[in-house]
């Protein structure tokens, strides 16, 4: 059954410092998704990206934050300058197309930032 | 506006007692989605089940089982005989137009042998 893949699991990494999260998101998906959830709490969207181009994007997603597809499959994430607050899991999703509204998750990837 | 709302913070039932989760909704959308997926301990999201605005047809699979009731705007959902690997949290979400997802805020649910 395809599925949706996230890596790393898990990434620590100092204030301030660029990271990149990165999603393969299930084969012929049209429409791809980053949610976090910090510990212990809700997820909240950040961001949905089709054809090429950011959709919608909520007030988290501040201009530190940065979506990309390079190539025909990875989905990335990039953090440029972290913070503390960044600290969450971070989860990539994507939907098959208009008319199918379930959104598949990744395993997330939890991020620390120390 | 979009909300989702799980007024029960954590629930605890001994194995194969019966369980509802709560989940209520607002949302100006005239056609809209509810889901519910799982994330047990290990960190994933599972999807569970996904309902159509239009569609209030009641949903039972195995010992799951769902109740829509737009009057209420309601979504609970329903374990039957529980079982201690349905230890999990529970989310309810909607969405509606612009397709992102509104999570509510998640029920704890331990199942204890």
């Known amino acids: 059954e395809p599925e949706v893949t996230q890596t790393p699991s898990h990434q620590v990494t100092q204030m301030g410092q660029e990271v990149i999260l990165r999603c393969v998101p299930i084969?012929?998906?049209?429409?791809f998704y980053w949610y976090r959830q910090i510990l212990g709490q809700k997820v909240e969207f950040l961001v949905s990206?089709?054809?090429?181009?950011?959709?919608?994007k909520s007030e988290i997603f501040d201009d530190q934050f940065s979506v990309e597809r390079p190539d025909g499959s990875n989905f990335t994430l990039k953090i440029r300058s972290t913070k503390l607050e960044d600290s969450a899991m971070y989860f990539c999703?994507?939907?098959?197309?208009?008319?199918?509204?379930?959104?598949?998750f990744g395993p997330g990837t939890r991020l620390l930032v120390l | 506006a979009q909300k989702v709302t799980q007024a029960q913070t954590e629930i605890s039932v001994v194995e194969k007692e019966d369980v509802t989760l709560d989940c209520v909704y607002e949302?100006?959308?005239?056609?809209?989605?509810l889901f519910w997926y799982k994330q047990p301990p290990s960190g994933e999201l599972v999807f569970l089940i996904r309902?159509?605005?239009?569609?209030?047809q009641n949903e039972i699979s195995g010992r799951y089982s769902w109740n829509f009731q737009k009057s209420t705007s309601s979504f609970n959902f329903t374990i039957t005989a529980s079982q201690v690997v349905d230890s999990a949290v529970y989310f309810c979400?909607?969405?509606?137009?612009?397709?992102?997802?509104?999570f509510g805020s998640g029920t704890k649910l331990n199942v204890k042998p």
């Open positions: 999703a994507s939907r098959a197309g208009r008319g199918r509204e379930t959104q598949y």
């Open positions: 084969s012929n998906h049209l429409y």
């Open positions: 990206f089709y054809n090429n181009e950011i959709s919608e």
């Open positions: 949302t100006r959308d005239t056609t809209y989605y």
């Open positions: 309902r159509n605005s239009f569609d209030e």
């Open positions: 979400a909607l969405s509606g137009n612009f397709n992102k997802f509104y």
